[in-house]
């Protein structure tokens, strides 16, 4: 029982990878894949996203991106309580508001 107290609760995020077609572009993002992450928060979440997506073996086979690289944007949409942007800066990730998708 006191396991359980301890253990954090993991919730389900609903995450969205955001690319340009050419790495290291600053304009034109779009959508190349939206997957659901369980974790225990932001932090945590996109670091298993960072990882799924940087490992040529644990990468889905319907992904038609390219490996998650510095400029990137993961999107977590929580519903209600809000959509987060995160974009993958040298030193981590790092919030911003939001992208405009042409």
């Keep these: ?14 995450v969205t990878i955001f690319q340009t ?7 034109g993002y779009r959508q190349v894949y939206r997957l659901t ?3 225990t928060n932001h932090e945590n979440c996109l670091n298993e996203t ?3 997506f940087n490992v040529p073996d644990a990468i889905p086979s319907d992904f038609n991106g390219r490996f998650l690289g510095t400029g ?4 977590i949409d929580e ?3 809000g959509q987060h942007y995160y974009q993958l800066k ?10 405009h998708i042409r």
């Design 1 to 14: 029982m006191l396991k359980q107290l301890v253990r954090k609760r993991q919730k389900e995020y609903d």
């Design 50 to 52: 960072f990882m799924l």
């Design 72 to 75: 990137d944007i993961l999107l």
């Design 90 to 99: 040298p030193g981590g990730w790092q919030k911003i508001n939001r992208i």
């Design 37 to 39: 992450v369980e974790s």
């Design 21 to 27: 077609p050419i790495f290291r572009q600053y304009k």
């Design 79 to 81: 519903g209600l309580k």
